[in-house]
């Protein structure tokens, strides 16, 4: 354990005070009685349903049966069941049914059957508040023994004493902080964008069949990459297929094809999206940039609100620039968005030379672009 | 000396809530249920004098299994009725032996219920005797507070 220079010295009793973990713990250990009233009153419910199964299969053994039968709380007369095989069960609600005795065993089958997942789930909740409660008990007295917790900063070295969750013991100094911080986030970012990926999946998914608009991608301006006209075809197909794509970026290119495929009709994820797609877009090289391109290009035609992003990216493009400048989005568009575009957009890296042309350019566009298709504000953009 | 007393006041104050509202809690619910065994018992003559009044002779009824599970029962014949009577045991009766075993033991609920209310009522009223002497003595207390401190003043 290295001493550094800059440390802190908390002693755990500061952070958890004693009695107060020590009530906590009180308070969690009442929860816990309560749950386990509330199991053993279900348990008891779960009991009389078997019983009464067992009743229901006997009654219609027999024509008649003699019994007491209730008048009110505190009288009974003398009297006989009849119709042994005609039940009436209450379904809920008020709702009753009349069946016969084997219908009624599985009804109140079906009933012990959610009881018993009622159990199970109250069986859980005992468990966590037990942790709960053992996690306080731990800290109450770990406090009162006057526990110290030790951060310092990173000279190489992190190390801790108290409790267990804060901080790890380093191998040496070879990661600084800053690369490891790196390192994860962008680990972060790529499971981050990974299981956004998925969500977007099931959504296109959903939405695939109302969307006819891949026709318009058809039209893309020529100058464009070549990539484009077959990327757009093979979104068209609605396939995944990365035949199209430079095989060296498959992987990612793939990744940004599933956006696109994703994200054409859920333009206000797309922007959720951006920031990791454009994260990892930034690591590889200007062909990825490319396919944020199409990425762009693609939702065009579909998103009439985000073309004015197009030229912006079209400028990336011609720059042939570092992947800093993709990232780079439109300023809020004034359009009335067709869909519900909230223009809150979260910018990555910003890149300040090309911010200033974009406003202009998007304003000049917008008037004019409302109308007609998106994509044709590229050849405006172009000329 | 007068911080000594208001302390004392106050845990004596909060000595007695501690005993007396759980009395109070106690009491009312015992009444309640008196209430409802009262509630039963005048549904009970009710219904009979019902079935007097119409001549019922047979009855059809569901009877509840258990889980809200019914069954049709019948009653031939009505003539004899078996009533609660406490501590587990029911007595077969005519119907107008019925009516007057009910009568009686409605009486007798109305004494009990009366019992509690007293001893309710006088709960609060300890409850109430209690506040208004902690706020004489915290106004008494600080009285002297004042009056010692102006004259250690002199």
């Known amino acids: ?69 209730p008048f009110g709380k505190a009288a009974f007369f003398p009297g006989r069941l009849i119709h042994t095989n005609e039940f009436t069960v209450l379904l809920g609600e008020g709702y009753y049914a009349e069946r016969t005795s084997k219908q009624t065993v599985e009804i109140l089958r079906r009933r012990g059957k959610a009881l018993e997942t009622h159990v199970d789930s109250l069986k859980s909740i005992i468990e966590d508040l037990k942790t709960e409660a ?17 951060r310092e900063e990173l000279s190489g070295e992190e190390s801790d004493e108290g409790s267990s969750e804060l901080g790890q013991k380093e ?42 608009i891949e026709e318009e991608t058809n039209e893309v301006d020529p100058d464009v990459v070549s990539d484009q006209s077959s990327f757009h ?30 994200t ?44 004015p992003k197009l030229p912006a990216l079209e400028e990336n493009d011609h720059a042939g620039s570092s992947n800093n400048e993709v990232p780079i989005q439109p300023p809020k568009p004034k359009v009335d968005s067709l869909r519900a575009f909230t223009g809150s957009i979260i910018e990555h890296s910003p890149n300040l030379p090309i911010n200033p042309r974009e406003p202009s350019a998007t304003s000049s566009k917008v008037p004019g672009s409302q109308s007609s298709k998106p994509l044709s504000r590229f050849r405006m953009q172009r000329k | 000396m007068d911080n000594y007393r208001l302390d004392k006041v ?15 809690v106690r ?45 049709q029962a019948e009653v031939p014949d009505m003539q ?35 019992e509690y209310t007293h001893h309710i009522a006088s709960i609060k009223a300890q409850i109430k005797m209690v506040y208004v002497t902690r706020k004489y003595a915290y106004a008494f207390a600080s009285l002297l507070n004042r009056l010692n401190m102006l004259v250690h003043h002199f």
């Open chain 2, 27 to 71: 009491a009312v619910s015992e009444r309640d249920k008196v209430f409802e065994q009262q509630k039963t018992f005048s549904d009970l003559r009710k219904n009979i004098e019902n079935l007097q009044k119409n001549s019922v002779t047979s009855l059809r009824t569901l009877v509840n299994l258990g889980s809200e599970a019914y069954m």
């Open chain 1, 171 to 212: 191998d040496g100094p070879s990661i600084s902080v800053e690369d490891k911080g790196k390192i994860l986030n962008e680990d972060e970012e790529y499971d981050r964008l990974m299981s956004k990926l998925d969500e977007l999946e099931k959504e296109e998914l959903a939405a695939e069949a109302a969307d006819n």
């Open chain 1, 1 to 69: 354990m290295e001493e550094g220079a800059n440390g802190t010295v908390t002693p755990l009793a500061s952070m958890f005070p004693a009695d107060e973990a020590q009530k906590a713990a009180g308070r969690v250990q009442d929860a816990i009685a309560e749950k386990r009233r509330e199991l053993d009153r279900v348990r008891g419910f779960a009991a009389d349903n078997a019983a009464l199964v067992n009743l229901v299969q006997k009654l219609p053994e027999e024509l008649h049966h003699d019994v007491m039968v």
């Open chain 1, 233 to 262: 075809q093979n979104l068209k197909d609605l396939e995944g297929s990365h035949s199209c794509m430079p095989p060296s970026h498959s992987e990612r290119q793939a990744s940004n094809e599933e956006f696109l495929r994703q």
């Open chain 1, 134 to 150: 053992s996690f306080f008990d731990k800290t109450a007295s770990e406090a009162a023994e006057g526990l110290v917790e030790i």
């Open chain 1, 264 to 307: 054409r009709q859920q333009p206000a994820l797309v922007e959720k999206l951006n920031p990791g797609d454009f994260t990892i877009a930034s690591s590889q090289k200007d062909k990825t940039s490319h396919g944020n391109d199409l990425l762009w290009n693609l939702k065009g035609p579909d998103i009439a609100d985000k073309s």
């Open chain 2, 80 to 114: 004899r009725i078996f009533v609660d009577v406490g501590l587990g045991f029911h007595v077969e009766f005519t119907w107008s032996e019925a009516l007057n075993y009910i009568s009686l033991r409605e009486e007798k609920l109305a004494r009990q219920i009366e």
């Open chain 2, 10 to 24: 106050h845990k004596f104050e909060e000595f007695v809530d501690q005993r007396l509202k759980p009395d109070l």
